[in-house]
């Protein structure tokens, strides 16, 4: 076929949330099998190719979605890390069993030459059906090795306090990506610091995403103090009103110089 086809297990497959396997109940596929995509919103799987020139290419997937539960199986379609508004149907393969193939209706995405990466992200709660393979087509389009990929999280420790933002908003980050977080205090509080995996207390604050992070913003009460040699703290409240932060401090003592 015209084009280029992407097996599971081959180069070209980024990610994949789920399993490779070959049941006999789901003889059709090529290739040593297919890609078991697990249950969930937002479990996938991912791609990886280059591109000879710019341009509109076309995509399709061959899958699988047997059993008695007819309910379609779709996902959204991320073309490097950002959304494209294109939602890729799944519908049921008209097989009790999981041997009825068919391939998805076409799409058409607008590629930059070079390095692109495909993402499809389940939007129910079933998942995404059987990937057989993935295929795009046109001349001179390789396979590729595949840039790690994060997601971002960002939370306040009470939005009765701040609020948080970041830029660039995307669903998933390159390794490397710089991402910058800003907190506002509301009126009677203050910005402390970034706890998680990208900790410090400047603000807006700049940072490389190297892992899946999680960053959550400390604002406290006005008036709160921590003492500088703290190792962990929590607020507290006296009957008065008058707002703590209690302290955990370290201590090195020196074992006595033995005779």
Not at 18 to 35: E, H, Q
Not at 136 to 141: K, P, Q, R
Request: glycine share 10%; hydrophobic share 35%; charged share 15%.
């Amino acid at each position: 076929q015209e084009g280029l086809i992407i097996q599971e297990e081959t180069l070209g497959v980024c990610t994949m949330d789920g399993t490779v396997d070959s049941a006999v109940s789901a003889l059709g596929y090529t290739g040593i099998g297919y890609a078991n995509i697990d249950n969930g919103i937002g479990v996938g799987m991912s791609w990886s190719f280059t591109v000879p020139v710019d341009g509109i290419y076309k995509v399709t997937w061959r899958y699988a979605l047997g059993g008695t539960d007819t309910t379609s199986r779709d996902g959204k379609l991320l073309l490097n890390n950002d959304l494209t508004g294109d939602t890729v149907r799944f519908p049921h393969t008209d097989s009790t069993y999981w041997n009825g193939y068919k391939s998805t209706d076409t799409i058409s995405l607008s590629l930059q030459a070079g390095l692109n990466k495909i993402h499809l992200s389940a939007i129910t709660v079933k998942g995404l059906p059987n990937i057989d393979y993935f295929h795009i087509l046109g001349s001179g389009i390789e396979p590729a090795q595949c840039i790690p990929s994060f997601i971002f999280s960002l939370a306040s420790n009470d939005t009765n306090y701040g609020t948080v933002s970041y830029f660039p908003v995307k669903e998933f980050y390159d390794d490397g990506e710089e991402l910058t977080v800003t907190a506002t205090a509301k009126p009677g509080y203050f910005f402390h610091s970034w706890s998680g995996e990208a900790s410090d207390t400047v603000n807006p604050f700049l940072f490389e995403i190297r892992q899946n992070t999680i960053m959550t913003a400390l604002f406290y009460p006005e008036g709160t103090s921590q003492a500088e040699n703290a190792a962990g703290y929590a607020t507290v409240q006296h009957d008065n009103g008058t707002p703590y932060i209690v302290t955990l401090s370290l201590i090195h003592i020196s074992e006595p110089t033995r005779p």
